[in-house]
């Protein structure tokens, strides 16, 4: 048996995934909707299967299949699905991607108390947003290292006490999430506004997490640069993916491929988990254009745009965003 890499030239990327990992998922042939009728039914057990506690004041609800009859979905090949995770909005936005790729993974049984016997598999809306915002801000900070934008980045990499943090909040705005450095709070306290439940700007996640310092990891610590956060970020998103990813592929033999064996991701999770790694991956030859979010096609890993019209419009918004800081700055 050859074991290759990544980045060895002899042996295309898309074909050692095809050969080395395998995913396989359902969904119900008539789509899910949403629930609010069904609970979960007694002695579930399991950390993936536990929903999370919402409290008495809010509404749970569930992603329940339409009917009982199952398709396969494939979806190793869509190496940008990720992607299309993270921009998820709003709960039909959930549904219409359950629906086209399945259960994500994080299952449990539930039952309708007005009807006996009503026992079907379900997911947590609460869990899917939360798996949504993960994504969504690793992938922001993934575009950020990318792009070599220092300033933004520099907004989250945090140097303080003799060690080094990456801190974020992740604010839901009108139109979609955000990465700050602050919380919605903090700018009312500063500004003098009141809070109202109609707020445009809404607290949903955030992390902060120690990259490395003097008593823990010190040789890491020693190799940052506080005016290069580059590398701490770097550190970061691979800790991450890794922490996601630790103990999930399985390796399996396939009796029906005469005998072949694969590494097999259990759920969807996992296996968007396992894109963004490639996508972190150098030598995968995946990319992403930083103005439009689509995959760029042949050419070099360290493309930044997928042709001209990305290129010019991100320098528009560039400009703008400095004139705008400029005249802030002018006041």
Partial sequence: MRLVSVTDPEVPFDAMVRNLFMHVGHKPADGFVLSDLHVPAPGISGDDAKPVDLGNDVQEEWIVPRGAQEEITTPISDVGLHRNFAKLRTADDILQFASEWGYLGVSTLLHRPDLPGSVVPGEQLHRWRKEIRDMHALVALQDMLRGRDLAELSRFVIWREGGVYMEYFVIERDDGLALDERAPWEDVLASG??????GKARLVGGNLAEIASRTREPETFARLDP??????TGIY???????????RASPQVLPIRGG???LVLPTLRDLMWLQFMWEL???SGITYCLYCGKQIEGGSQAR???GNTCRGSAK????????AYQLIVDS
């Fill in 193 to 198: 506004d009141s809070v109202s439940e109609g």
């Fill in 260 to 262: 072949e064996w694969r």
């Fill in 281 to 283: 991956t150098p030598g």
């Fill in 237 to 247: 998103l691979s800790r991450e993916v890794n922490r996601r990813l630790r103990m």
């Fill in 304 to 306: 930044q745009y997928c």
């Fill in 316 to 323: 528009r918004d560039r400009d703008r965003a400095a004139a």
């Fill in 227 to 232: 005016l290069d956060p580059l590398g701490a």
